[in-house]
């Protein structure tokens, strides 16, 4: 019997599959399988030798008589019409909602700043996993800015509502939680808790004149924020990526590359990004590099200890994914 992953499920299984290499499938309607689903213990049991770190599932079912009582298990109704690329095929008969749809599907478990933050990793070119060093691994994206807009903007979904204004404060191309946490700190509104600057572009390129490739030591440069109008970068500095003479050399290299073609570099210590006093410097640099006044008596300081706890932190659907690994 087919079993069909919803929302975070879903999303915990692309983070497995990408750890494990795994590519995942193009997404399609499946209408009928979807309608024949009847999930239970043993096709339950089946799905999880596939992935065995799901903890507290969730199914998605399209009627209410054929919704199944587990232990530990969360069995939905749809109650919605389908979207024409619902469900991505997992092997096995196991399904699970496409990255678009399950995206729209999480904003009923999670608050807006956990959406924010999901929208950014599965936009991004990172997964967390919470057991690695690092706390996260490079990973190909899931999925485009575009088509998460796509589907949160039919109204009918549950959820639709919640995930396209959550979108309006993503940005893709995010390569790390810290750089996520930066661009959301600097850019959601202040009554949200952040300093309500223009959003950066993430890990976008600065191409170089033909005439300075020898000056800049390549053609073209990645920035981890970028305002390309105002010719400003915020480059993260990571304690684990950035030591060691040989890093800090080749940093300052490009820096000073950069500082050459005209542009503002600015950078950030994970000291700064992890307590507010640094962010508040921070975003000062940052407004007056981008030469915007910064009315920093409107952030709302409650939501903004809430929001770095967040964005630094973790979601909900971030600590579930700390269990993709064991």
């Known amino acids: 019997m087919a079993l069909f992953f919803d929302g975070i499920s879903a999303l915990d299984c692309y983070r497995a599959m990408n750890l494990a290499g795994a590519s995942v499938g193009a997404p399609k309607r499946y209408a009928r399988e979807f309608a024949a689903s009847s ?9 999880r030798e596939s992935f065995p770190s799901l903890v507290s599932p969730r199914l998605l079912v399209s009627e209410q008589s054929k919704r199944c009582r587990i232990q530990g298990v969360k ?13 991505v095929f997992l092997g096995d008969d196991v399904y699970a909602c496409s990255p678009a749809f399950a995206f729209t599907r999480s904003a009923v478990e999670l608050d807006f700043a956990e959406l924010v933050l999901l929208g950014y990793e599965i936009t991004g070119s990172y997964r967390l996993d919470s057991n690695s060093e690092q706390g996260f ?15 949160s903007s039919q109204g009918n979904l549950l959820g639709a509502n919640k995930a396209e204004n959550a979108l309006r404060f993503v940005s893709s191309g995010s390569a790390s939680p810290m750089e996520t946490a930066l661009a959301m700190l600097l850019s959601m509104p202040k009554a949200k808790g952040g300093y309500g600057l223009p959003s950066p572009q993430l890990n976008a390129a600065v191409e170089v004149p033909k005439g300075d490739w020898r000056v800049a030591y ?20 990571s304690d684990m990526f950035h030591t060691g003479s040989q890093k800090i050399a080749r940093d300052a290299r490009r820096r000073n590359a950069l500082a050459s073609l005209g542009f503002m570099v600015i950078t950030a210590t994970k000291s700064q ?24 008596e409107r952030v709302n300081r409650k939501a903004q200890r809430a929001l770095l706890d967040c964005a630094v932190g973790g979601s909900r659907s971030s ?3 700390s269990r993709i690994s064991q």
């Not at 490079?138 to 589907?151: E, K």
Request: aromatic share 8%.
């Open 137 to 151: 691994f490079s990973a190909p994206l899931l999925v485009s800015h575009s088509a998460l807009v796509s589907v």
């Open 273 to 296: 990004v992890t307590s507010i006093p640094g962010l508040d410097q921070l975003a000062y640099q940052v407004a007056k590099g981008l030469g915007v006044r910064l009315r920093m």
């Open 39 to 47: 999930p239970n213990l043993a096709s339950l049991k089946s799905a």
């Open 319 to 321: 600590r579930r994914a």
């Open 218 to 237: 390549g053609r073209q440069f990645r920035c981890d924020l970028l305002w390309p109008t105002a010719s400003l970068c915020v480059e993260y500095d």
């Open 75 to 87: 069995c939905r109704v749809l109650g919605s019409p389908l979207p024409s690329e619902a469900f």
